[in-house]
């Protein structure tokens, strides 16, 4: 597996993506996304030094998409499989592969000391992901948990 970097050749896949049926449902904004909304987020991340925005690869493959927002001195983690490789392994090697850009890239997140998650509790397959990484529960309601890793 590994992560290439979203291009605009992308568009179409990522807005079909974004209104997938499951990552609505565990989004923290659930309507759909229009086209035109989409779009204007799209082409203004892609120039955003601080999004750093990546197509899941395996074999080939475009398994989902993973963005790494820098703010501050956190970085939050954005993510999603394509419903055809859901429950295969890669959500959890996705982060994997997140942590190992970070760290690889240091000059790129200078400042930052922890790597953050918002997961609706009822997304079971995303709140394991987190745990078996070891991030730690930082913040928890009825709706949902914030995981955090100190770097
Ligand atoms: C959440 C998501 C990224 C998980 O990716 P995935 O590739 O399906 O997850 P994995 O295969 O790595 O599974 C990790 C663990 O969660 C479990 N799991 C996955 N989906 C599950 C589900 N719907 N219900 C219960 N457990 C689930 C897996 O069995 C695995 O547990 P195990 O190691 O104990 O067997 C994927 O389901 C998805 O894209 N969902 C829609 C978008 C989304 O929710 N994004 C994350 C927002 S925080």
Redesign the pocket.
């Known amino acids: 597996m590994e992560l290439r970097r979203v291009t605009l050749k992308d568009f179409d896949k990522l807005f079909q993506w974004i209104n ?1 049926e ?2 609505r ?3 923290r904004y659930t309507q759909k996304v229009s086209r035109h909304s989409f779009e204007f987020d799209f082409l203004k991340n892609i120039e955003n030094p601080n999004i750093h925005h990546f197509i899941i690869m395996d074999n080939n493959y475009e398994i ?1 998409q993973i963005k790494i927002s820098k703010e501050k001195i956190k970085v939050v ?7 055809n ?10 982060i994997k592969l997140a942590e190992n850009y970070i760290k690889d890239n240091k000059n790129q997140f200078k400042d930052v000391n922890e790597l953050v ?4 509790n009822s ?4 709140c ?2 987190f745990e ?1 990484l070891l991030y730690n529960v930082e913040f928890k309601n009825n709706d949902y948990t914030i995981y955090i890793k100190k770097l």
């Open positions: 997938d499951d990552v449902k565990n989004a989902g983690y954005s993510y999603s499989i394509d419903k490789y859901r429950n295969k392994g890669f959500g959890l090697n996705a998650a918002y997961v609706r997304n079971i397959g995303s394991k992901i078996k």
